[in-house]
Nanobody
Framework: QVQLVESGGGLVQAGGSLRLSCAHS????????MGWFRRAPGKEREFVAA????????YYEDSVKGRFTASRDNAKNTVYLQMSSLKPEDTAVYYC????????????????????WGQGTQVTVSS
């Protein structure tokens, strides 16, 4: 059983930055494609970013391209989401998710493709 624990959320002013972390408890972290999703109040969960299990490919939702960067440190079993130029509309609970050996990029944005989910961390951006 894999456990994912997010951290790094908080309150930040518009234009500011935050870095989210997600620690993966398993011993085969390097075999998991990792995704970031978010759910804003009153809205559906949406895809934010993903990084392939190899770390060589990243994918982003259009509204965060150029502002958010996903990365991973396989030695630390951790994936990161660096968020810059934050906007009030980025306010949401952010979740990380893990998908074992997922390589088809068409599926990276699909919640159903992920096997494990974290509990979420709140990000609030004030205007």
């Amino acid at each position: 059983q894999v456990q994912l624990v997010e951290s790094g959320g908080g309150l930040v002013q518009a234009g500011g930055s935050l870095r989210l972390s997600c620690a993966h408890s398993g011993r085969t972290f390097s075999r998991y494609t990792m995704g970031w999703f978010r759910r804003a109040p009153g809205k559906e969960r949406e895809f934010v970013a993903a990084i392939s299990w190899s770390g060589t490919s990243t994918y982003y939702e259009d509204s965060v391209k150029g502002r958010f960067t996903a990365s991973r440190d396989n030695a630390k079993n951790t994936v990161y989401l660096q968020m810059s130029s934050l906007k009030p509309e980025d306010t949401a609970v952010y979740y990380c998710a893990a998908a074992l050996l997922l390589s088809a990029s068409d599926y990276f944005s699909r919640p159903s493709a992920y096997n494990y989910w974290g509990q979420g961390t709140q990000v609030t951006v004030s205007s």
